[in-house]
T-cell receptor, first 115, second 115 residues
Framework: DGGITQSPKYLFRKEGQNVTLSCEQN?????MYWYRQDPGQGLRLIYY???????QKGDIAEGYSVSREKKESFPLTVTSAQKNPTAFYLC??????????????FGDGTRLSIL | AQKITQTQPGMFVQEKEAVTLDCTYD???????LFWYKQPSSGEMIFLIY??????QNATEGRYSLNFQKARKSANLVISASQLGDSAMYFC????????????FGTGTKLQVIP
């Protein structure tokens, strides 16, 4: 079945440590996105990528980095510069043009906590 | 810039009754799309329904319908015959400019269905 796989489901970060969240899709989507969700809040866009080897900052990119070396993969690194990383992280993908039969598809998310 | 407003942080509905979740938006783009997503407690985001700004009719998908009032910039989700499994967070979202831009999400409404 086609879909988006995020791993790990739960992740713990020590102070000063960088951690990487994995996101893989086999939907043949061109665009991929990373969102952060805090308790009781909506989704805030961290980074997005419309094509391979290109990505743009979203609304809250500070303290995060991404790469897009393959169409299927869009890993997110939470760096030590992100002082409040505890949140639920969602990865999504879509065709470049979103519409009626082309919404974003989401993974199951990764919960990141500080040790 | 586009903005989505969901003014109902939480709502209750009796099982088998209908419920309306409010969503207003603000954009200067003449062409845009509106989405509704459901997020159960497990965390995944599930696409429910889409409305294009130039669609002549309100969108319907099974028990979900979208009450689209363009002049008032509102796109309310109506769930008919509520079921216990409808208890979840619901997010309204929009992307402008023909679908190639990033999606903006509202802060969500938590719906609880009472037996």
């Amino acid at each position: 079945d086609g879909g988006i796989t995020q791993s790990p489901k739960y992740l713990f970060r020590k102070e000063g440590q960088n951690v990487t969240l994995s996101c893989e899709q086999n939907l043949n989507h061109d665009a991929m996105y990373w969102y952060r969700q805090d308790p009781g809040q909506g989704l805030r866009l961290i980074y997005y990528s419309q094509i391979v080897n290109d990505f743009q900052k979203g609304d809250i990119a500070e303290g995060y980095s991404v790469s897009r070396e393959k169409k299927e993969s869009f890993p997110l690194t939470v760096t030590s510069a992100q002082k409040n990383p505890t949140a639920f992280y969602l990865c999504a993908s879509s065709f470049r043009r979103q519409g009626r039969n082309q919404p974003q598809h989401f993974g199951d998310g990764t919960r990141l906590s500080i040790l | 810039a586009q903005k989505i407003t969901q003014t109902q942080p939480g709502m209750f509905v009796q099982e088998k009754e209908a419920v309306t979740l409010d969503c207003t938006y603000d954009t200067s783009d003449p062409s845009y799309g509106l989405f509704w997503y459901k997020q159960p407690s497990s965390g995944e985001m599930i696409f429910l329904i889409y409305q294009g700004s130039y669609d002549q009719q309100n969108a319907t998908e099974g028990r979900y319908s979208l009450n689209f009032q363009k002049a008032r910039k509102s796109a309310n989700l109506v769930i008919s015959a509520s079921q216990l499994g409808d208890s979840a967070m619901y997010f309204c979202a929009m992307n402008p400019s023909g679908g190639y831009q990033k999606v903006t999400f509202g802060t969500g409404t938590k719906l609880q269905v009472i037996p």
